[in-house]
């Protein structure tokens, strides 16, 4: 991995941008130059299960290929990130991957879960996709909270086997991708009884199907759970258990074991077993910075192709980009997409400096990373499908054409609120860790993401126009928040509500303090990024750079006006500042826009949108796109004759 500047130019529109990415040595061009790969018919015309069907083709010769170059050694885990994730991955299954879960969540959960033995026996299996597995946790009744979850594996010692049974109805699995008609295994989250006591959830591998017919084998029922808002061909299934039978070492047992007499021996923490989600929770962070910047390509390119009404009377029609009101829509999402970037690369490496401590048992990092990763998977996948939105609504009638791929993308970026823990939830993970820490202050000192709390409640914060103010005053605020809400908590459970009770009633404030928490560091890991850089680049650079970090911090301080009005010593007419710095710098990165969507660098073929293209032929391109509708194959449709013209005809 390379930081490299990469200067783009971009034709018809008189733009230079300069952009600081990551340069993975990914061979894009050995996938989208492949036929196979792309799609006879587009997608939107094919039913949903010749969708699935094609989606599988793709899915197996697009890991087919990345194994090849594997093997010749170009690339190692970097391919499959590109592959699965938004960039690459979306553009070749647009609907999703029924294959995903194989690799994001099956493979590394025997991986975190498993010991060295059955890591031996299953990672190579899954890794030459001898098998293919999900991650099957959620059930029709229970999704957030998994200590509910009803899926059981008892112990039987007389056989060494555990015994998987679903109960009721509700207990069926529901929901894990590509356990439809896809995967043969599957690591199944139950709840272990042995000698006759529950232990909680654990992790187990599950063979459902046969590995030569795919076959369901005895005693599995299972299937595809239907359409969807999107990602309509993840194969998303669900599976139930009649008194199935493993073997004892099917139980993933590297962090809890159950031995041959059924004895149960303990985790270090229970937690352990959520590992598998903390990381996805962590990659989501990218994904989300990833579709934000698609949509935000294909909007801005649009608004700059797109003229429509007039600022003058008498004068031609302007470009939609030069209304500040479109620009209004387009920038702080732009600004946003270097906000979750650079956030997105200083979570992934904290997430492996305390992976490398929990190897080693330490674990004292832990519930500092949790609670980050909630609030940054929560934060940035609400901006991104907010943002996703705004962007296509920023695109008029056409944003709405399927062939904008924009509907697609809110599809596919909107689940992610809801995925890997349901936003609300994971903000209130985060809230229960910021309360605890506020309580006991001292603990705070010694937590990077937190050790502002120790004093940012009674730091002086004298408005000024700058970035370091914002990060005070966000600082100032979620420290305020945090302080209301715990005493709010402590003045009900005074009042003679439980503590739960208690917690329940406050949990709006705890939510938006939470919240405030996270954009406070968001802002903060965008201006050290920016600090960084700055000694690195041009100034020309720097410029553009300080320019996007200051419209992100100035926006999320407009979106907490009155909570900065409450928490911090900011007044009216300081408000009118803020307002007038933001419509500045919206001018300021009008000249830079189109560069800057383009240093994204994303080729046509990824952003698969008539509205989107890098030479800017809209108009053409939606037209090209109608002709592709099968009602255009046939200058009259046999609905005519067999309805309307009776109808017609009729004296009604
Ligand atoms: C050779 C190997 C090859 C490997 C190849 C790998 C290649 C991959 C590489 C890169 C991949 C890149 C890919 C990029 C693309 C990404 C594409 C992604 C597509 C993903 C598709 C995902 C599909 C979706 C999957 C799912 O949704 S799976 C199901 C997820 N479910 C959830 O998230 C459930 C949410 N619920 C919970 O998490 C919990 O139940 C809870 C809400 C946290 C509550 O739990 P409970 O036990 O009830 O806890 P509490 O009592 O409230 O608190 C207890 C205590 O625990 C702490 N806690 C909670 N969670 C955690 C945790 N996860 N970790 C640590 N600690 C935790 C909590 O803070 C409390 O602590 P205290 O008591 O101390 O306060
Ligand atoms: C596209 C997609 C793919 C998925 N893939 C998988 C997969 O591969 N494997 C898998 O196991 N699961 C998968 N899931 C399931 C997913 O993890 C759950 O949907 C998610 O965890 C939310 O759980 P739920 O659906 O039960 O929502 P619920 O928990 O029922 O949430 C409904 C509402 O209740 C609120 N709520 C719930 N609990 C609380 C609380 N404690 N406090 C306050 N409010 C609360 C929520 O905020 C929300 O507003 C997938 C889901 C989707 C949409």
């Known amino acids: 991995m390379s930081a490299k500047v990469v200067v783009s130019k971009r034709r018809n529109v008189n733009r230079q941008a300069i952009f600081l990415i990551t340069l993975w040595p990914f061979p894009e061009d050995f996938f989208l130059s492949d036929p196979e790969l792309k799609s006879k018919v587009p997608l939107e015309y094919l039913s949903h299960k010749e969708k699935y069907e094609e989606a599988v083709r793709k899915a197996c010769l697009l890991f087919r290929k990345v194994i090849q170059l594997q093997n010749e050694g170009k690339g190692g885990m970097d391919n499959f990130r590109e592959v699965l994730g938004g960039q690459l991955g979306s553009a070749i299954l647009p609907d999703g991957n029924p294959i995903t879960l194989h690799y994001v969540m099956f493979i590394p959960t025997l991986m975190g879960q498993g010991t060295i033995e059955q890591q031996a026996e299953w990672i190579q299996k899954a890794w030459n996709c001898d098998i293919i597995g999900t991650y099957a946790q959620t059930e029709l009744g229970h999704g957030t909270f998994i200590r509910g979850l009803e899926t059981v594996a008892k112990y039987d010692?007389?056989?060494?086997?555990?015994?998987?049974?679903?109960?009721?109805?509700?207990?069926?699995?529901?929901?894990?991708?590509?356990?439809?008609?896809?995967?043969?295994?599957?690591?199944?989250?139950?709840?272990?009884?042995?000698?006759?006591?529950?232990?909680?959830?654990?992790?187990?591998?599950?063979?459902?199907?046969?590995?030569?017919?795919?076959?369901?084998?005895?005693?599995?029922?299972?299937?595809?759970?239907?359409?969807?808002?999107?990602?309509?061909?993840?194969?998303?299934?669900?599976?139930?258990?009649?008194?199935?039978?493993?073997?004892?070492?099917?139980?993933?047992?590297?962090?809890?074991?159950?031995?041959?007499?059924?004895?149960?021996?303990?985790?270090?923490?229970?937690?352990l077993t959520y590992g598998t989600m903390i990381f996805v929770r962590v990659v989501l962070v990218q994904d989300a910075a990833t579709y934000l910047k698609k949509a935000s390509i294909i909007a801005t390119r649009y608004s700059a192709i797109r003229h429509q009404s007039q600022i003058k009377p008498d004068q031609p029609e302007p470009q939609i980009l030069d209304y500040v009101t479109q620009q209004y829509k387009l920038f702080p999402n732009i600004a946003s997409c270097f906000a979750f970037q650079y956030a997105a690369t200083w979570l992934w490496d904290t997430y492996n400096n305390i992976t490398e401590e929990l190897e080693t048992g330490q674990l004292d990092n832990l519930p500092e990373l949790h609670a980050t990763a909630c609030v940054l998977k929560a934060v940035s996948t609400a901006d991104a499908a907010q943002g996703v939105e705004m962007l296509r609504l920023a695109c008029g009638g056409h944003g709405y054409m399927t062939a904008s791929n924009l509907p697609s993308t809110y599809g596919l970026v909107t689940a992610m609120c809801t995925y890997e823990g349901e936003n609300t939830v994971l903000l209130l993970q985060t809230a229960r860790f910021l309360v605890k820490m506020w309580q006991n202050k001292t603990n705070v000192y010694k937590l990077p993401t937190m050790k502002y709390l120790a004093t940012a409640l009674n730091r002086a914060t004298p408005f000024e126009k700058s970035v370091e103010w914002v990060i005070a005053a966000l600082q100032k605020t979620a420290a305020g928040k945090i302080d209301l809400a715990n005493r709010h908590l402590n003045e009900r459970v005074a009042k003679g509500q439980s503590y739960e009770d208690a917690w329940n009633n406050t949990s709006i404030e705890l939510v938006s303090a939470a919240e405030v928490h996270g954009r406070t560091i968001i802002v903060e890991q965008f201006y050290n990024t920016v600090q960084g850089y700055k000694s690195r680049v041009s100034k020309e650079l720097g410029t553009v750079l300080e320019q996007l970090l200051q419209l992100y911090a100035v926006n999320a301080a407009l979106r907490c006006t009155g909570d900065f009005l409450r928490f911090t010593e900011v007044l009216g007419k300081d408000i009118t500042v803020l307002q007038t710095w933001l419509e500045e710098l919206l001018s300021q990165i009008r000249p830079n826009a189109v560069g800057l969507v383009d240093s994204f660098d994303m080729r046509d073929e990824i952003l698969s949108s008539a509205l989107g293209c890098y030479d800017g032929n809209v108009y053409e391109r939606l037209f090209n796109e109608a002709q592709k509708s099968p009602l255009n194959a046939e200058p009259v449709n046999k609905s005519y004759n067999l309805y309307l013209k009776p109808f017609i005809k009729a004296q009604l």
């Open 157 to 271: 010692p007389k056989t060494e086997e555990f015994v998987l049974h679903s109960p009721t109805l509700t207990a069926y699995k529901w929901w894990p991708g590509g356990l439809g008609h896809s995967a043969n295994y599957a690591v199944v989250v139950a709840q272990l009884y042995t000698q006759g006591k529950c232990h909680g959830i654990h992790p187990f591998v599950v063979q459902l199907r046969d590995e030569e017919t795919h076959e369901p084998l005895p005693g599995i029922k299972i299937g595809e759970i239907g359409c969807k808002l999107g990602m309509n061909s993840t194969n998303n299934g669900y599976l139930g258990f009649d008194n199935v039978r493993i073997p004892r070492n099917y139980m993933l047992m590297k962090n809890s074991q159950v031995l041959p007499d059924g004895t149960y021996v303990k985790s270090p923490s229970s937690k």
